[in-house]
T-cell receptor, first 110, second 115 residues
């Protein structure tokens, strides 16, 4: 059974600090991994897409890494802003299947 | 470029009533998905269309849920009769590709509350 597990479940950081969110996946077949940002009451928005052969992908202050050998991915947020407060969801895809994690709820405070 | 449109944004019904949600994907997108997202959880696929054909509906509770994609464009998701556990956000997403390798574009969702 395909699974995507994210940690931590929730995180509070001060504005300007960096943070890293983790994603462990068991998806077969596996072809790509996506990270999404979901603001409260809104639909998820894609941040990064990586194929199994890519190790890192950046989108502004967001940098995702992928280790296909250990089946782990991380999302690093640099110089956090209040607007980064949201749920961050990891998704592993392959074949016709997309498997979503439950997300990490990030709160950025002053 | 217009995004994925969904309506209604909010719906409150009593159990055993019926409800329908509508989705208009981004123009030209071949693949359309309906997801159910319960509070605090990740999206769970209900049904995936490729053009107007069903690719995956293995997790769709077919005794009460139905969906169709007319002419490979708009889609509707219906629940009849609704149960309390159907309270969730129903997300529609579309993708230009057909192999789940491209970017998914989500709508804002339709929040259903069943009383």
């Amino acid at each position: 059974k395909n699974q995507v597990e994210q940690s931590p479940q929730s995180l509070i950081i001060l504005e300007g600090k960096n943070c890293t969110l983790q994603c462990n996946y068991t998806v077969s077949p596996f072809s790509n991994l996506r990270w999404y940002k979901q603001d409260t009451g809104r639909g998820p928005v894609s941040l990064t897409i990586m194929t199994f052969s890519e190790n890192t992908k950046s989108n502004g202050r967001y940098t995702a890494t992928l280790d296909a050998d250990t089946k782990q991915s991380s999302l690093h947020i640099t110089a956090s802003q209040l607007s980064d407060s949201a749920s961050y969801i990891c998704e592993g895809g392959g074949g016709n299947k997309l498997t979503f994690g439950t997300g990490t709820q990030l709160k950025v405070e002053l | 470029e217009a995004g994925v449109a969904q309506s209604p944004r909010y719906k409150i019904i009593e159990k055993r009533q019926s409800v329908a949600f509508w989705c208009n994907p981004i123009s030209g997108h071949a693949t359309l998905y309906w997801y159910q997202q319960i509070l605090g959880q990740g999206p769970k696929l209900l049904i995936q269309f490729q053009n107007n054909g069903v690719v995956d509906d293995s997790q769709l509770p077919k005794d009460r849920f139905s969906a169709e994609r007319l002419k490979g464009v708009d889609s509707t998701l219906k629940i009849q009769p609704a149960k309390l556990e159907d309270s969730a956000v129903y997300l529609c997403a579309s993708s230009p590709g057909t192999q789940n390798t491209g970017e998914l574009f989500f709508g804002e969702g339709s929040r259903l509350t069943v009383l």
